[in-house]
């Protein structure tokens, strides 16, 4: 099993909704990632967990909240977005943080915020 | 500002022919480039990974170049095919924060019968 799924795959909120998007892989990495990426726009990474501990938040709001229940699993709670958080979300894995192997990438919740 | 840079007009090409993508960085050199290909709406996917000490690598029609003294990765499809038609983008690393992929906003290549 090589894939990161991710669901939903589509949604729509509120900017007053609390929502959760989720990552779920098998295949023993021990690294994952979320990362954003605008229509036309490189994906920015925004999270990254190695071992299920945050190693990296590249200065993301508050709003979005990350959490890694165990190896296999990474959610991003959201809370209060704005419209211009619409966006695709990636969700990613590797082997670990440090081995120089490639990320694994899920197929994104296309997210919009009304 | 470290930018990583890709031609960001489509490159339309005849089936058969090479593709050639080109990916520029400045600032820091990454230890590794990466190459995905993105399909609209879906997440990238992994093509290649070159490190700073290679020069060329290859799988089956896709070959990538990396010129640290330009600053510069090459990406080629040979004999591409209609079915290569997507976006191609480019990412480095550093040696100390693998973790930290910056891309390059990516190249649409569109490849005719």
């Known amino acids: 099993d090589t894939e990161v799924t991710q669901t939903p795959k589509h949604l729509v909120m509120g900017m007053t909704n609390k929502k959760s998007l989720k990552c779920e892989q098998h295949?023993?990495?021990?690294?994952m990632y979320w990362y954003k990426q605008k229509a036309k726009k490189p994906p920015e990474l925004m999270f990254v967990?190695?071992?299920?501990?945050?190693?990296i938040n590249e200065s993301v709001p508050s709003r979005f909240s990350p959490e890694c229940p165990n190896s296999s699993l990474l959610n991003l709670h959201l809370h209060a977005l704005q419209p211009e958080d619409s966006a695709l979300y990636l969700c990613a894995s590797s082997l670990d943080a440090d081995r120089r192997t490639e990320a694994f990438f899920g197929q994104g919740t296309r997210l919009t915020v009304v | 500002s470290q930018k990583i840079e890709q031609n960001s007009e489509a490159l339309n090409i005849q089936e058969g022919k090479t593709a050639t993508l080109t990916c520029n960085y400045t600032n820091y050199s990454p230890a590794y480039l990466q190459w995905y290909r993105q399909d609209p709406g879906r997440g990238p996917v992994f093509l290649l990974l070159?490190?700073?000490?290679?020069k060329e690598k290859r799988k089956e029609r896709l070959k990538v170049t990396f010129d640290t003294t330009l600053k510069q990765s090459l990406f080629h499809i040979t004999a591409s095919q209609p079915a290569d038609s997507a976006t191609y983008l480019c990412a480095r690393s550093r040696a100390d924060s693998w973790g930290k992929l910056q891309f390059g906003a990516g190249t649409q290549v569109v490849v005719t019968p």
């Open positions: 070159i490190r700073e000490n290679e």
């Open positions: 295949m023993g990495h021990r690294a």
């Open positions: 967990y190695s071992y299920e501990k945050l190693s």
